[in-house]
């Protein structure tokens, strides 16, 4: 029996090792920024919040939140997840958090791997080279779009025949011991999904329902620092103003303001960027420039 354990251990160490060494799915992961800002409030222990509302409030009072805010049914990116990481820091840096930097770090990554997000910044000090297995082989790809329609966010190349779908976010982050050098997402997306078994909305579409106005979220604009602001946005920062008193509540994180498919809404402004554009699966959105197949990773 002793032996039988004795020559378990080594074969358990090395299974919690590869666990970094896994390559990211084709598809990633989603969850919804409001999701994660429940589950960060109680891993963090600040407050006691029923509602995603009440956590993106809470958190934000002590300065933790995406840069452009928290916006409830948006899907939470790698470039989303390094900038709540960065908030945490600053939270503890500002005293507005009582715990040390590096338990609450920490707590912020296990709540991430909980939800099967592996994502972690980059930073210049560290090295990164070429991966042997850059991305999994092109059929593999092929075949999760073709089976089950293109990801909302994905790190490996699109196949030709949806590329033209995709903008490309140059965000550097890791994946465990794999190197992005961004990522590509939909850019244009409104998904119903299940969630710890509740069904839910991941989406980039947000209407104005008195006003008949379609808002949407562009996420190379968003990363670029020009986007809507949602709850605890940086006043440091300047964002497109929908012209609606309380907007980053009552339209962005309000779940009696949800998007549902029109065959017609209003022009794109030309005056404020791409606040408002045709829900017609048909039109492809403006947005950033994809990047080319030769943008995924490479292995530490």
Excluded at 102 to 118: E, G, V
Excluded at 187 to 201: A, L, P, S
Aim: proline letters at 7%.
């Amino acid at each position: 029996m002793l032996l039988t354990l004795l020559l378990l251990l080594p074969w358990q160490s090395v299974q919690a090792v590869d666990i970094k060494s896994e390559k990211p799915p084709v598809g990633q992961p989603l969850i919804r920024e409001g999701t994660l800002a429940l589950q960060l409030a109680e891993s963090l222990k600040i407050g006691n919040p029923r509602s995603e509302l009440e956590a993106e409030n809470a958190l934000a009072d002590v300065g933790i939140a995406p840069g452009n805010g928290w916006i409830m049914d948006y899907p939470v990116t790698p470039d989303i997840a390094v900038e709540l990481r960065n908030s945490i820091g600053d939270a503890v840096d500002s005293k507005k958090l009582t715990i040390g930097k590096d338990q609450a770090l920490d707590f912020f990554d296990k709540t991430l791997a909980n939800s099967k997000l592996n994502i972690r910044p980059y930073t210049s000090e560290e090295k990164y080279g070429p991966s042997t297995e850059p991305q999994p082989d092109t059929s593999v790809v092929d075949s999760y779009y073709d089976n089950g329609g293109p990801p909302v966010v994905a790190y490996y190349a699109p196949p030709t025949d949806y590329y033209y779908l995709y903008s490309w976010v140059p965000c550097p982050f890791w994946w465990g011991d794999f190197w992005f050098g961004g990522f590509f997402i939909l850019r244009d997306f409104h998904r119903v999904v299940t969630i710890n078994n509740k069904v839910v909305f991941i989406s980039n579409h947000f209407n104005d329902i008195q006003m008949h106005r379609v808002f949407r979220i562009d996420a190379v604009t968003r990363f670029k620092g020009r986007s809507f602001a949602g709850i605890g946005a940086s006043r440091n920062r300047t964002f497109i103003d929908t012209g609606i008193k309380g907007s980053e509540r009552n339209i962005f994180n309000s779940h009696s303001q949800r998007f549902e498919q029109q065959e017609e809404s209003l022009e794109p402004s030309r005056s404020s960027g791409p606040m408002m554009e045709r829900s017609s699966g048909g039109m492809h959105p403006s947005g950033g420039e994809v990047g080319s197949r030769g943008m995924g990773g490479g292995r530490r």
